[in-house]
């Protein structure tokens, strides 16, 4: 599948306006645009462009997601708050919450921010990141449409559900680690079947208990409907761990709901009994712990350095040269891009012409145009 690096300045500017001409206010269009391309930036691209139009534009002009945020505060006290999204733009929602979790630890030391009737938020480490360059560590994590069985079962019952943490550092990048609990997530295999890629052995699951091979799109099928499953980390069964994965996703499924009284998993489907499509009413979490509370900023920077570096500096295996650490890669892939821009399949072009037509922002010219 064809190729080209799209300008940072184009992609932003048109997905500005796109999403304002869908009737999102142009401040929360710079946040929403903001956190999608800094997942292309970090070469995250299951959760970058392509996510444009299939997962945010379509979705509120399908009326399942609300393009104006009413960030209601439930309830509030010096260090936590609950808060109701009603469908909103979930970077918007996300955005406005890590950012009370961080006033709150600056002040208090620590402080926790509980979301429910959210939207897709995007890479959960631009929540981490805004953390960590406020000198706080940073904790973040979301449910997810159904879509991952348990260990021993078969039928997808909870979300790929990423426990997302980030630690300053005195490095050029702080240690995040983002990954989903399932051994991919959806946003990958969604990503496969756009450029035929097939499954990777042992990702996903059958309704008898068989994994699946083959064709991304078909594999995706299956799990949309029901028949088909993505595996925790670790895998299918116990032999390698895969009950750990599944724990990891049960702590984020409750912390998605059980403070904030959120949904959760098969209600958290898209769907009504009837087959018609609802809002998600997806939950997150956000926590911010404040170094300067501890023995400050500086010292819990270098000490994290001195830590990663010494796993860094150990011994390789045969044949390896580096051993990486968290988010080190996602750095370099943002250094490759920063003054070139994003690599779009024919794909997520043809999807963005389509909006631009409908819209009627003629005054976008794509590469693939040319």
């Not at 895969?242 to 958290?268: C, I, P, R, T, W």
């Not at 070139?340 to 072009?349: H, L, M």
């Amino acid at each position: 599948m064809a190729k080209c690096i799209v300008g940072w300045k184009l992609l932003h500017d048109f997905m500005v306006d796109a999403f304002n001409g869908v009737g999102v206010p142009r401040e929360d269009c710079e946040t929403v645009v903001d956190v999608i391309l800094e997942s292309d930036r970090r070469g995250i691209e299951s959760h970058g462009c392509n996510r444009f139009k299939p997962i945010y534009i379509d979705r509120i002009e399908a009326g399942i997601q609300n393009p104006v945020t009413n960030f209601e505060i439930v309830k509030e006290t010096e260090t936590t708050a609950v808060v109701d999204g009603h469908d909103g733009m979930g970077q918007v929602i996300g955005h406005r919450a890590m950012q009370m979790a961080i006033d709150k630890a600056k002040k208090y030391g620590m402080g926790m921010v509980a979301v429910r009737n959210s939207c897709h938020y995007g890479i959960a480490g631009y929540y981490a990141t805004m953390a960590t360059k406020a000198g706080c560590i940073g904790i973040t994590g979301t449910n997810a449409r159904p879509s991952v069985a348990p260990t021993f079962g078969v039928e997808g019952m909870f979300g790929t559900n990423p426990l997302t943490i980030g630690i300053p550092t005195d490095e050029d990048f702080d240690f995040i680690i983002d990954c989903a609990t399932s051994i991919t997530q959806n946003g990958k295999i969604e990503y496969y079947a756009r450029i035929d890629e097939p499954v990777h052995p042992g990702t996903i699951i059958d309704i008898d208990g068989n994994p699946v091979s083959g064709d991304a799109g078909v594999a995706l099928k299956k799990i949309r409907q029901g028949t088909a499953a993505l595996t925790t980390l670790g895998g299918i069964g116990e032999a390698l761990g895969g009950y750990k994965g599944y724990g990891y996703a049960m702590v984020v499924e409750l912390l998605s709901s059980v403070l904030q009284d959120g949904n959760y998993g098969k209600a958290l489907n898209g769907k009504d009994e009837n087959g018609k499509l609802v809002p998600y009413h997806l939950g997150h979490f956000f926590i911010a712990i404040d170094t300067d509370h501890f023995l400050g900023q500086e010292l819990t920077r270098k000490k994290a350095g001195e830590i990663i570096r010494s796993v860094r500096n150990s011994k390789k295996a045969p044949g390896q040269e580096r051993i990486y650490s968290a988010n080190e890669k996602e750095w370099e892939v943002w250094l490759s891009r920063k003054d070139s821009g994003v690599p779009i399949n024919d794909s997520v072009q043809a999807e963005m012409i389509k909006v631009r037509d409908q819209l009627g922002l003629t005054q976008y010219k794509f590469p693939f145009e040319d």
